[in-house]
């Protein structure tokens, strides 16, 4: 009987780092292109709409980086989180506490210099994400309990908590939509380039990236989080404290998705409302593994998730096909790259016929 | 009274895909998988039940397709985690944004709907046993699951030798393979089992309580029944009694929204109170709750 | 089935044979052509020292293990097994060297898992066990819990396990390893009793008086090739030592000196509770200056947690624990490192973050005096790791990730970071638990060199040969406790191993 087995490599496949994305990517063109068809639609012209076509309109390639800001923060939360060995799948609820401090806060900062309009709006969405991540990170850190769980279980409790808002206190008391108070014109992030909705939550996104690269690969402290992330039981060895590592990283990132929410509320919305989010926490998950929980990875992840999702939307309207084709396509290349990226350190063997 | 009765005929009613979601993630966890694919699965059970109901008329053949979906779905991050080995907890995330992707990309191509829908399909109905009303007034399905589907799997754990080797495997992998076990086939099949439980509790919202689909129809129930597996300490009954709590919760805020008291309150914030309450639970008897021995870890011979 | 009594005096027809096995993993030849054959009835021996290949040959006898080449023959019909279910339908039983046992379930349990029927019969089963267990003397409860069971019970299960499976063929990889002499003694007992009942028996171990005592033929494996098999009343020891080792052996000659009488680590009345029972029970230990101090005990008898506790991995419950003079009693592991102690865990790869580099694993527990304005100073690590591993003579780049190193790198990359910290005190365990011959005498040389050096050493260590040779005292620990304390003037081997199983005369 002949076979195919895994086999670890000696030494991990170098090139493998950029060949095996690429790899991931067509495997999911070809597989998703099945549901192209199915919808009636020519897959090669709607996957030329959706990552060649933003590439030829600068409106287009604009917007593509609007989608792609909240992605990079939400992407650079999980990676963190992630790479220390906290599984903080809470991203979303975080993301929307955040939203719902910057919400809160935004139209009562009348009369500051914008700047310092801009500095409130973003600390209060990062407490608001810290509050919301606190929970599960001291359970988990005092009491051993699965922030996996805890943390999930945080995102529909914090949908509810916003749709309450809306429906009762916040409800808009001029028209009646259950959207808050539009937040002031001080507190707005300006827009970085005209005819584009490209604003100063970008800068923001870049600057979170930079920081947080340079704590992981650079500083002490990220070393220490590393290894508590590779091997807790190591690190406790050595001497590190790993769940108060834990608790910087749990807290660090909920306060970075919380920024999300405040970047979404000051930049895009300007106020809060029900679907501000609409799972860009869960593709924050997507966003931290595609890219390899490396912050250079995460932008080019993030990159190509919002090329999915802004080409989807154009598909949707040129061709009629449904735009949660972007879910469709990000969830197959999600669980295909995971797959694929294993032959960095495994490779095929056929075993012939005895 | 009939206040508390109501409570109590809710709380069967909602338990039922908790119940079914819970008991198919013990079998899972048992066998030392994390299926995080779960609220995808109910997910996207809930939504090709209803699609093959509606497409063929019959809720027979609904449930029938939720179930196979369920069973792929199972299949699928075998492969991905029990072959290949990868990350459990990104390939069952990647699972259920893929197959939530999924059940709404279909829906918005073949049912042509989007928010809300008009589609209804005939739902199985509810039955009141000797005629009893009041409490014992509940669908089949919840009949069935709370009476026959947990008993059975709590059987089948403890006096089969496919329960035996399923709890084998998610202790010690290497002493089952030594002992002659696939393991691999055992992970297989606990998956496959647990993939169509989930998908037939997804399948009950759509085919028996609301014969309809709207989107974001689990609404975390999913993550609930993970909270109820550490919550029932791996055990299908324990699991269970968690999920009552949970429904018992629910069923009250839903009656207490009712009552004038309470008129002024926004709804959704007394539907976040369950998840509060699993929370709370969790916390009261999952400390340091003991996992299975080979909970998250691949099998890979030496 | 019931083992008979009756002896057979002659070996009978060859009842399994595995024919020119080769396996190789990467670059290593784990077995090169490897012949072994056992007959009904006989005890053969299967001797080699630490990675000489015993246990793959094994493996693939028991489908563990594919071969890259090779076959096997089963009376004498060849015989494809390509998984443990393929040998146990073909007899084969086997019990592996860390019991392949469900700790959460119970004796019964544990061995009929994998037998076909649908559904448990637990009633019949246990009669089966029982009975089973009455021919052999064994006392085992089937309805126990196997996490109770002491490591001497667990091997009995093993056993079990196989014979309730019906096995003509017994392997048994290294029984010995994790018992005291005189558990040994009744386990070969009873082994005997299975061959006279005419099971076939391979005998896996590193020891040659436990061939000597079982066997009438012996293979010897050297290195993943196969040297030969041999008739043992043929051959001296010397004779078959030189087989397996390929040279003649070097005696250990370490410098002696005298101890000091500064004492270096003092530990008082220590007691760590767990679950209501007492891993730990009242033990007090002083090492001095110059000193190595040996702990000996057959596994699970407390010293896991002793060094766990001065580690700063587990608290105490009760007692003080003094280093130089500071107090560590609830110390956590930085404040031991702070005081001057060393440590070297009993679990190597619990130790190190595997996937990191060697330079990342040395300078990670005081990785807060690498800092140059904020960032890590990999410049001023390199330096000091290239140092080392020079020093050490450790083959890797600093770069390596640890996991691509051997266990004996991977051990020195361990004593390098500890002994460049200059450590007053050290704490081993397990020192060369899997290591060849070549890394287990160069560290035991390192631990020498220190001691000579002025550093009190506490070694804990389940090779007696080991303690023997170093240590300056022996303490033996049985039940938590330590029941019997012996100075190299009067090291008895005898006497520690009684010791060990709990009825020594002190």
Known sequence: ??????????????NGAVILPLVAVLIT???????????????????????????RSRYSFLETLVSATPLFLTGTAVALAFRSGYYNIGAEGQLLVGAIFAAGIGPRLGGVPQIFGILAMVFA?????????????????RANIDEVVTTLLLNPTATLLVAGLLNGPWRNPVTHFNESERIVAAAEFPILLSRSRINFGFVVAVIVMIIVALVVHRSALGLKMRAAGLSPEGARFNGLAVEGLLLKAALGSGAIAGITGACLVGGIQFRLTEGISGGLGYTGILVATLGGLNILGVAAAGFLLALVNVGASSANRVFGIPAQLSAVISGSLMMITVAVMLFRRYRLVYRKAK | MSFLVNVLEAMLRVSTPLALGSSGEVVTERSGVLNLGIEGTMYAGAFFGFYAAYQTDSRWVGLAVAIAVGALAGALLSFLVVTLGVNQHTAGLGMTI??????????????????????KVETFGVIKPFGL????????????????????????????????????????PEAADVAGINVKLTRYIALIIGGMLMAAGGAFLTLATLGSFTLDIIAGRGWVCLALVIFGRWGVFRALAGGLLFSFVYALQFRLRLLDAWQGVPFELLLALPYLITIVALVASGRNAKYPGAYLKPYRRA | MSVSTHVIDEPGPITARLIDISKRFGDVIANDRVCLDVRRGEIVGLLGENGAGKSTLVKVLYGLTLPDEGRIEIDRAPSTIRKPSDAIAAGIG??????SLVSTMTVVENIILGTSRIIIDRDSARKKIVLL???????????????????????????????????RVLVLDEPTAVLAPQEAETLFKAVRLLANSGIAVILITHKLHEVRKMCQRVTILRRGSCVGTYEVAQHSDDELVELMVGRAVEHANHETVKPGNLVRMSVRNLVVESRGGRILDNVSLEIREREIIGVAGVSGNGQSALVSVLCGLTRPTKGKIEVNGHDLTHGKPMDYLNAGVGRIAEDRHASVIAEMSVAHNIVLERIDGFRKA????????????????????????????VSSLSGGNMQKVLLAKVLSREPKVLVIAQPTRGLDVLATREIRNMLAFQRVNGAGILLVSEDLDELLELSDRILVMYEGRIVAEFTNSQFDRNEIGLAMTGSGSR
């Open chain 2, 133 to 172: 009303g009041g409490i014992a007034a509940q669908y089949g399905m919840t009949y069935v699951t709370l009476l026959i589907v947990v008993p059975c799997l709590w059987w089948m754990l403890r006096h089969t030798s496919l329960g035996l080797a399923i709890t084998a495997v998610g202790e010690n």
């Open chain 3, 374 to 401: 904020g960032a890590i100073d990999e410049k001023a690590i390199s330096t000091l790791v290239q140092k080392l591993i020079q020093q050490f003579a450790i083959r890797a780049a600093p770069n390596d990730p």
């Open chain 1, 1 to 14: 009987m002949s076979s195919i087995r895994i086999v670890a490599r000696t030494q991990s496949w170098r």
């Open chain 2, 98 to 119: 893929f197959l939530i992707g999924t059940s709404e990309f279909v829906n918005r191509a073949a049912l042509g709907t989007g928010f809300g829908t008009s589609l």
């Open chain 3, 133 to 167: 267990c009455e021919s052999l003397g064994f006392g085992v409860d089937p309805d126990e819990l196997v996490s109770a069971l002491s490591v001497g019970q667990r091997q009995r299960v093993e056993i079990l396990k196989a014979l309730y499976r019906d096995c």
């Open chain 1, 125 to 141: 969405g990062a407490f608001g994400g810290l509050v919301w991540a606190l929970i599960p990170a001291l359970l988990r850190t």
């Open chain 1, 29 to 55: 063109l070809l597989v998703t292109s099945g549901a192209v068809f199915a919808a009636n639609a020519n897959p090669l012209q709607v996957f030329f709409e959706i990552f060649i076509e933003p590439f």
């Open chain 3, 94 to 99: 086997m019990v592996t060297q860390h019991f």
